[in-house]
């Protein structure tokens, strides 16, 4: 197990410099790296913003169900889900996009999060009825 000083005391007798204390580093291991990553917008845009903004069409319960739905089934170590920014279909959203396919969902809602989670992230299948339009994505 390697070792670290961290900060020096120089000693002005010697010349030298001594550790201030010392940390043991722990091995690492890697983080799991995830099968699907799923991105949620929670961008709020101001008030009366002329695309609207994901914040104003309820992204937060998205999120929130998707995290719920991943601690439930305990699915933390194979899927991954991040709040972002800005994903572009703000007048569709709620928007959330399913890597590595690329997939854009647009008008996601609370109750829609359990048939994505079991049809496309667990089953490999896009749920089509709240894919994005090829317009917007």
């Known amino acids: 197990m390697p070792n670290i000083a961290v900060g020096l005391k120089p000693d002005l007798r010697t010349g030298q410099n001594h550790p201030l204390f010392i940390l043991q580093l722990e091995p690492r291991t890697p983080m799991p790296r995830p099968a699907k990553h ?13 695309r609207g903004s994901c914040v104003q069409q309820g992204c937060g319960e998205v999120f929130d169900a998707f995290l719920a739905e991943l601690q439930g089934r305990n699915l933390f170590g194979s899927l991954q889900v991040t709040a972002t ?18 997939v854009m969902y647009g008008g996601v809602r609370k ?4 048939e994505i989670l079991e049809q496309h992230l667990l089953g490999g ?8 339009s090829p317009e917007l994505w």
């Open 38 to 50: 799923v991105f949620v917008c929670t961008q709020q845009q101001p008030p009366h913003h002329p």
């Open 85 to 102: 920014g800005c994903l572009g279909p703000c007048t569709a959203g709620p928007s959330v996009l399913v890597y590595p396919e690329g």
């Open 111 to 114: 109750a829609d999060v359990a």
């Open 125 to 132: 299948e896009p749920v089509e009825r709240l894919q994005a």
